[in-house]
């Protein structure tokens, strides 16, 4: 005769309370710690600060030019604009140059979104310079207006020139034909015409 197969007191699965109590705690204790780590105050990278750009973008040597992509090609190479800094492509030129000004990539550069403080003297300095550019425009805008007065007289002069010129040779054509006409006339006719003193008569 067999017996009946012996039943466990309980047969729920236990639970190692004391090890998952454990674990709890070491848990909550990490999440203190990454909480006052947070608040701890993190030592600021100091980034250079934000300066013109001294290269040009080069936004037209690639207009009209026609490229093959295929799943190979280069992302720099595969059309629209490529950032190396950001590892990425943009489509447009507008958009190209919203990102290259913009805040993340100015951070990958390596500088912040703040500017220099310019002092007093940069500042009368950089007015000075201008000054002495406006100055020098002026004079060359004054040696050229000069230069073109210069230019403007000598063309009145040569003109005048040619007018005198014109003027004396058509007296000395009248007189040559007034000259004629009385050759061919009476002496005493022209006299009391008061021809005579154009010449002397003819024997």
């Known amino acids: ?30 999440a203190r710690d990454a909480e006052e780590e947070d608040e701890k105050p ?10 013109a750009r001294d290269e040009k973008i080069d936004l037209e040597s690639r207009v009209g030019k026609s490229v093959i992509i295929t799943n190979s090609t280069p992302l720099n190479l595969a059309g629209g604009f490529y950032c190396d800094v950001c590892d990425c492509v943009i489509k447009d030129s507008i958009n190209y140059l919203d990102h ?10 390596g500088f912040s ?25 002026k004079q060359d805008y004054d040696l050229d207006e000069r230069m073109r007065e210069l230019r403007e007289e000598e063309e009145r002069a040569k003109e ?21 006409d009385l050759d061919g006339m009476d002496p005493e006719m022209a006299a009391m015409m008061g021809f005579s003193g154009f010449g002397g008569s003819k024997k």
């Open 100 to 109: 290259i000004n913009g805040k993340k990539h100015q951070k990958n550069m």
């Open 113 to 137: 979104m703040k500017t220099e403080r310019s002092t007093v003297e940069q500042v009368r300095a950089r007015f000075a310079e201008n000054k002495k550019k406006m100055e020098e425009k």
């Open 160 to 180: 005048y020139r040619r007018d005198r010129k014109q003027e004396k040779k058509r007296k000395v054509e009248e007189d040559d034909t007034k000259q004629d």
């Open 1 to 30: 005769m067999s017996h009946p197969k012996a039943r466990p007191e309980d047969h729920r699965r236990k639970w190692d309370t004391d090890e998952y109590e454990r674990r709890a705690n070491d848990r909550a204790q990490a």
């Open 42 to 51: 993190k030592k600021k990278v100091k980034k250079a600060l934000l300066k």
